[in-house]
């Protein structure tokens, strides 16, 4: 039976950078058997990365046992990701509020801070970043990044 | 916090890790020769307090003499023996690639960042274990993504390429399973649970039973049926008899509602 368009794929994982690799090559792998390029999974594996190494830097709030939460939902003409963490810090909430939302327009590359990469890499890769900060802390980023080729599968 | 007020170096032990016996030091500054009596005096105090993992936290310094790196090498070696160990976290660009030069990358361990080096202390001394679970929609093609997970999984923890390999056929076939008998159509999901620590790893994969399949699973899962039972030309069963070879404990719960196997496979490499 051939894969039918939208899917999710849900994974948690703990709060620990070393589990990361595996989840996005997981995540590349499966776009790749749904019919994606390996040039968009390639840039979808990149998004996830540094999405996932933020939830766990800076947002399990120094909680071991605290867990990620990654949901990809698939459409024929779109890739969008959630990944949801633990709860930051307020002050690394602020940070990534600015970091998402202060720089409206793309920034030059030049111009980012060593600790801002990551997201500015999520932002030229995606159409659409959205940050969800709830009344516990408790945050959540939105990424939707459309594919490239011509022909996508119906 | 002591410090150094003409270089202006400070340490910083703090405890507030969860576990007694780790210590994290958090050393700040240019760390020289004239360092050296405060590194000194702060390993002994934690020997004092008998906590003997101690995480050196780095992000704050500035550069490190090798005066100070064979301190710090001594003192490994003590905690060590006292059934700890001395780790560097947190480590700058240039203060890494530095100790990489020295070759002290071959005796310490580096960690990213002090949570990094606190979970390989649960890891290594507390048995701790890493669970991932993924929900994946019910098609074949999503089988190999999840069996290369579960490999690259074990490896990056460690496990040998041969215990990965045989981690990896056992989701292959278990996933392929649940694929294939369980409740097919669009909504249904697999849904596996990966928990791996130093000495084994668990799995637990369950979906939805397909009502048409139920009485044949049960037959085929029978405890009756042995391994030896699966002949030459008889193509059922012989995943399962397959999952039971490679793994240490195999359970099959079959019901109208869903079906969940749990498996698990001890470290042998």
Redesign the interface.
């Known amino acids: ?4 368009f939208p ?13 990361i ?3 996005r ?2 995540i590349s ?2 776009l790749v ?2 019919g994606f390029s390996a040039k968009f999974a390639f840039r979808s594996e990149i998004i996830v990365d540094a999405i996932c190494n933020n939830a ?2 800076y947002g ?1 709030a ?1 909680e ?1 046992e605290s867990e990620i939460e990654v949901s990809c939902e698939v459409y024929s003409d779109r890739f969008e990701v959630v990944v949801k963490d633990g709860g930051g810090s307020a002050p690394n909430i602020e940070r990534l509020k600015e970091a998402i939302g202060a720089r409206g327009a793309k920034s030059p590359i030049e111009e980012i801070e060593s600790t801002g990469m990551g997201l500015e890499i999520v932002r030229l890769l995606s159409e659409t970043m959205e940050l969800s900060v709830d009344e516990n802390n408790l945050t959540s980023i939105h990424v939707v990044r459309k594919r490239e080729d011509v022909n996508p599968p119906a | 916090m002591v410090m150094d007020k003409k270089s202006s170096l400070t340490m910083e032990i703090s405890s507030d890790e969860g576990y007694a016996e780790v210590a994290v030091l958090r050393v700040c500054g240019a760390l020289d020769f004239s360092g050296i009596t405060m590194l000194s005096n702060v390993f002994e105090k934690l020997f004092g307090e008998a906590r003997p993992y101690v995480i050196v936290d780095m992000a704050g310094i500035e550069s490190i003499c090798s005066a100070a790196l064979g301190e710090f090498m001594g003192y490994r070696k003590r905690f060590v023996e006292q059934g700890g160990n001395l780790v560097f976290a947190g480590l700058a660009g240039n203060v890494r690639s530095k100790l990489t030069l020295l070759g002290a990358n071959k005796i310490f361990s580096f960690y990213q960042d002090v949570r990094g080096a606190v979970n390989a202390y649960r890891w290594d001394y507390k048995k701790h274990s890493k669970s991932v679970s993924i929900a994946f929609p019910s098609f074949l093609q999503f089988v190999p993504p999840v069996r290369q997970f579960a490999s690259r999984l074990a490896k990056q923890n460690g496990y040998s390429a041969k215990d990965a390999f045989r981690i990896e056929t056992i989701v292959d076939e278990v996933c392929n399973n649940a694929v294939e008998h369980g409740e097919a159509g669009k909504g249904s999901e697999v849904e596996i649970k990966v928990s791996i620590n130093k000495e084994k790893i668990a799995l637990s994969v369950s979906n939805k039973s397909d009502p048409d399949k139920v009485a044949v699973l049960k037959e085929l899962v029978k405890p009756a049926m042995p391994v030896s039972h699966v002949g030459d030309d008889d193509k059922r069963g012989r995943g399962l008899a397959l999952i039971k070879m490679l793994s240490n404990e195999l359970d099959v719960e079959i019901t109208e509602r869903g079906t969940s196997v749990h498996v698990t496979k001890l470290r042998e490499e």
Not at chain 1, 1 to 4: G, I, K, L
Not at chain 1, 12 to 19: H, T, W, Y
């Open positions: 039976m051939d894969v039918t899917y999710t794929i849900r994974v948690k994982l703990p709060s620990d950078l070393e589990v690799p595996p989840i090559k997981f792998e499966i058997v749904s766990i830097s399990s120094g071991a």
